[in-house]
């Protein structure tokens, strides 16, 4: 995983609530491996035609937020089923960061664990944030994880909270599996009391 | 291990009972029990394979492929396409290499994941129980701790037999009273998210109670604790009790002589303590719910049958005004019209939501007698549970009644076999999710419990079951 820093970027504006997984990516996709790449499969039934051409109201599809690498949605985003897909195709599209006033938990998790960065924002933050995105089509956002701060097209500054373990394992890129493999005394341990005290478990 | 001081709630108990470390920041290791994994985890066993890496604890593992295989025949054969072929033929494949027990096709054990896990005897209370998959909570119905991970967190699982997780604030809601005639377990969890929206339960883990909870069968407790994820919450609960133990004594994974008896009384030690307490609680009256219907692309837009699609112009906020309408515009709904006089294409009885033993029950005894006008289909959520249904003549009933029925499978819960509703298609359907797409492109879906279902079939519109039985 690429450690995360700080990004200035295009950010696209997505008004909708309850983004679910199943728009981000849809299920017919999922046979395929993680390498075989995501990013031009994103949101693919609101983004193409059946003939493959461009829906030119979709967001992604007008020329300004088409290098969009952060998004501004609505409550509930990515809810619904846990496919990391939908992770997998916001990260290959090009996202780092997605703002919103709530997710589903399981894409949330998913986030982390790709290098994505959810951050959670009052209702009228990113209300306010899509409205100057759409005013100003193509301005950018400023993530900084470090400070915890997103910087807003006209300057205002907004923190935000973030688990210190995510931060951690998000700023120095940590693959998870091996932090935890670091752990295997403690987890065998636990395993062996655990084990004893029920042994039908 | 964290031993509770004072009153303690049934989530709290075994959450702390799995901790092996709690870091200050709170981020927190926790044992995990059971993890069952289904024919779309192939992309786990591949992370794992590259970081060359051994499944720590295949003992505790599960497979069965459910999302790619074939309700019209068993066998890999019976799947004709080749990318869902291969991922059920991964599954065996994977299994196989790391030692992970696989019901696969052809055994009877096979089926829904979330279906097989409680009908073995895997899912049992007090343990934590995690799969790739969102409807995980299913599980909680034993009185255990489920939730669905992604495919990272699978192979960490995999890799480690634990997972980092935040501990979830805890929600109780609490169902008193007697449920009316033809009002089932699937009604009522339709209730509670039309209640406390989509997102209401995200960041908790919701603990289901009251008499109302109690009084149902595991069937239908399993049922309620499904759809936790399409309330928010990755979690749902029941406490374990004398019809939790009564279901799981005898089968196959469950406890046996002299440690089912410990395990009892440590089951027993489970439920929530009097006096302990939630971080929210939301209360419903059993008697007040009625059949319930969707009518948009959220399973937050529910409705009782006797109600009328809802007018966008009556919403709130723009932002919802907007919402809604986009919903019933896919829907092909107009506002205001009575939720009886929708017409289906198409019925679907299935998914790990309504696709057990009680469930087929309950739609044969209404389906016994009648003739669908739709074309319709029964899909069984495990070999067994078709087993069992054919020895009960419920195949027959059904499909004298004009339905199919079919092998044991996700099927058109997702489509992802190939079993889909064609678009602008209409379908009432006893799964969970009504997204936009979800049973396939520009499907139309109505979620029901399988009664409704049947009543839908039997009418060719959405229709209120309680004016069937009355002419039963
Ligand atoms: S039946 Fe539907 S919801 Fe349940 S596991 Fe299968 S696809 Fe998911």
Redesign the pocket.
């Known amino acids: 995983m690429e450690p995360f820093r700080k990004i200035d970027e295009v950010a696209a504006p997505m008004g909708t609530p309850n983004v679910d997984t199943d728009q981000i990516i849809p ?1 017919r996709f999922l046979w395929r491996m993680r390498d075989d790449g995501w990013g031009h499969l994103l949101f693919n039934d609101l983004r193409f035609n059946d003939d493959g051409s461009e829906k030119p109201q979709f967001v992604l599809n007008r020329a300004e937020y088409r290098p969009a690498r952060v998004l501004v949605a609505d409550r509930n985003f990515g809810c619904g ?1 846990s496919r990391e897909h939908a992770v997998w195709s916001l990260y290959d599209y090009g996202f780092r960061a997605v703002i919103a006033p709530s997710f589903g938990d399981i894409f949330f998790n998913n986030s982390f664990q790709n290098g994505l960065l959810p951050i959670v924002q009052p209702i009228e933050v990113c209300e306010a944030l899509r409205a100057a995105l759409e005013q100003k089509p193509g301005a950018h956002i400023q993530v900084d994880l470090e400070a915890q701060k997103i910087i807003a097209p006209d300057g205002t500054e907004f923190d935000f909270t973030i688990d210190p373990f995510r931060k951690e394992c998000l700023l120095a890129g940590t693959d998870e599996v091996r932090f935890t493999l670091s752990q295997a005394d403690k987890i065998a341990a636990f395993e062996k009391t655990y084990e004893n005290g029920m042994p039908w478990m | 291990m964290t031993i509770m001081a004072g009153p303690a709630t049934l989530f709290e108990k075994i959450w702390g009972a799995h901790e092996i470390v709690v870091r200050p920041d709170g981020a927190t290791l926790l044992h995990i029990d059971r993890h069952l994994v ?1 024919d779309g985890s192939n992309n786990a066993f591949r992370t794992l394979q590259e970081k060359k890496l051994p499944v720590r604890r295949p003992d505790r593992t599960f497979a069965t492929p ?2 790619y295989v074939s309700t019209l025949g068993r066998g890999l054969t019976a799947i004709n396409d080749p990318n869902r072929r291969s991922m059920v033929e991964d599954l065996k494949v994977n299994a196989k290499e790391t030692g992970v027990t696989l019901f696969d096709l052809g055994d009877k054990r096979q089926g ?3 279906v097989v896990g409680p009908e073995q005897g895997l899912s049992q209370p007090g343990m934590i129980i995690v799969c790739g ?3 995980t909570a ?1 599980h909680g119905a034993m009185g255990a701790l489920a939730f669905g991970v992604g495919a990272s967190e699978v192979a960490h699982v995999l890799a480690t037999q634990t997972l980092w997780q935040k501990k979830p604030r805890n929600m109780r809601i609490t169902v008193d009273g007697e449920l009316g005639p033809g009002v089932h377990a699937k009604d009522v969890i339709l209730a509670i998210i039309a209640k406390i929206s989509a997102a209401g339960g995200t960041g908790h883990a919701i603990e289901y109670a009251g008499s109302a909870i109690r009084s149902l069968s595991i069937e239908g407790r399993l049922t309620i604790c ?1 759809m936790s994820i399409e309330a928010g919450a990755r979690a749902g609960m029941v406490a374990p009790d004398d019809t939790t133990f009564e279901y799981l004594q005898g089968r196959p994974y469950a406890p046996k002589g002299a440690d089912w008896d410990k395990a009892l009384s440590f089951w027993r030690t489970l439920p929530t303590d009097e006096g302990a307490a939630f971080d929210r609680e939301v209360h419903l009256d059993a008697a007040e719910i009625a059949p319930m219907v969707t009518w948009g692309t959220s399973p937050e837009s529910a409705s009782p049958i006797t109600g009328n699609v809802p007018d966008p112009a009556g919403a709130g906020d723009a932002v919802r005004r907007d919402s809604m309408e986009r919903a019933l515009n896919y829907m092909g709904l107009e506002p205001g019209m009575a939720l009886s006089d929708i017409k289906v294409d198409r019925v679907f009885i ?4 309504n ?1 057990r033993i009680e469930d087929l029950r309950a739609a044969a005894k209404l389906a016994n007698g009648r003739k669908t006008v739709v074309p319709s289909m029964v899909v069984p ?1 495990s070999g067994l549970v078709k087993a069992q249904a054919e020895a009960e003549g419920l195949d027959a009933i059904f499909r004298r009644a004009g339905f199919e029925w079919r092998e044991a ?3 058109m ?2 489509g ?1 076999n190939g079993d889909l509703v064609a678009p602008g298609e209409r379908c009432a359907s006893t ?3 009504n997204f936009v797409g979800r049973q396939g492109k520009g499907a139309r879906t109505h979620l029901v419990s399988p009664v409704m279902a049947v009543a839908a079939a039997v009418s060719g519109k959405l229709t209120d079951v309680r004016t069937l039985m009355a002419r039963h």
Do not use: K
Request: aromatic residues 0%; contains cysteine; glycine residues 10%.
């Open positions: 299920a089923s | 289904h459910d999302h829904i994941v979330h998959d969102s409807h299913t499904n299935g998914s790990c939501t696709s959520g499978g996700c099927s819960c997702v992802m799964s969970n999710r």
